[in-house]
Each structure stands twice: as structure tokens, then as C-alpha cells.
């Protein structure tokens, strides 16, 4: 695939929408337009444009039925693979960061 076909790793990452969208599919693996609106907190609009490039660079896909679109995390994928392991971890982190704040127990 030629240079400028590919999507960069920065478009995706440095977009919020994007990001958040990417979170919620790799925890849930699969949600429908309404679904991801109501997690993500943007309208109809932005998600469906984020939705759209988060398709064309392979991340994501989508199921039709009729007019109802689910859009399902690529697991196949290898740079989604690594994304939903990066998450994974950031996650993991996190919540360790935060039992430690919290004054939890010290892993």
C-alpha cells in the first residue's frame, strides 16, 4: 500500500473522538452508532465521520442490518491487535496509580 493510502498512527491517537471510540470498541468489541454516542459522549455526526476513518484505516467495521449499523473492533487486525494491548496496559496502569492514591494496598 503506497505512503499517502495509509492512515498515520498521529491521526488516529491525536484526535479525542477517535481514541475514546477506539477504548470503547476494544473493551466491548462490538456496539451500534446509538450505543457509541451515548459512551462517548459526541453527536451522530462526529461519530459517524471518526467511525468512517477509523474504517478506512482498518481498525473498526461495520455490520448492516437494514438500517441498523454495529461496529465491531478488527481483533484481526495487527496494528489493532497492538492497540488494544497498549490500551490494555495504560488501563492496568491506571488502576494501579489510582489504588495507590486512594491509599490501597502497595503491589
Known sequence: MP???TVKLDEILSCRGK?????LLAETNELN??????NVGLNHSGINSHLKQLEEAG?????????IRIYKYRDED????????????????????SVKVNGGPDK
Open 3 to 5: 505512503a499517502e493510502d
Open 19 to 23: 481514541t475514546r471510540i477506539l477504548m
Open 33 to 38: 452508532i446509538t450505543e457509541i454516542m451515548k
Open 59 to 67: 481498525l473498526v467495521k461495520q455490520k448492516r442490518f437494514g438500517r
Open 78 to 97: 495487527p496494528r489493532a491487535q497492538a492497540l488494544k494491548a497498549l490500551i490494555q496496559v495504560w488501563n492496568d496502569e491506571a488502576g494501579r496509580r
